[in-house]
């Protein structure tokens, strides 16, 4: 048997099969609603210190309450100080360029694909290697605002 079709943005999705436990629930527009879809291209970057970042979702935006994600690219040879989030975990996931993120074990070489986390409260940097083009990484912390 395979499911309704699933609507989102106005573009109808392949069909799916779902399990016999899902078949008995009944499947509504009104399910999906609350998922979001936003494109990278729809927002705009802001300069901070160590290059530009972007925020997808979060409380002020895209209505998340309990985690931000950004776009963040570090500039050429730039990076950000060694600082830490009291309170708050944080996941920095290499997009495109290369970098090297400093740990508890000492400086890591960082590429598309690489996934960092960051225990709350644990001191962390990471720094664009690269003279030509931005380290890019999607950048998630949760909760979205730092303790005070």
């Known amino acids: 048997m395979i499911s309704t079709f699933v609507w989102a943005q106005g573009l109808k999705t392949q069909p799916r099969r779902v399990s016999k436990a899902l078949r008995k629930k009944r499947f509504s527009r009104e399910v999906f609603m609350a998922a979001k879809v ?7 970057f802001e300069p901070v210190e160590w290059g530009r970042t972007k925020n997808l979702f979060g409380p002020k935006s895209g209505g998340a309450e309990f985690l931000k994600i950004n776009i963040t690219e570090y500039a050429v040879g730039s990076g950000h100080r060694l600082h830490k989030h009291p309170g708050q975990e944080e996941v920095i996931f290499i997009l495109d360029g290369e970098g090297v993120t400093l740990t508890d074990k ?24 690269l003279k030509d083009k931005p380290l890019k990484a999607l950048i998630i912390k949760s909760p979205p605002d730092e303790a005070k």
Do not use: L, Y
Request: hydrophobic fraction near 30%.
């Open 38 to 44: 936003v494109k990278e291209e729809e927002r705009s």
């Open 106 to 129: 000492g400086d890591v070489p960082v590429g598309p694909g690489s996934c960092i986390f960051v225990p709350a409260g644990e001191d962390h940097a990471t720094f664009n290697v």
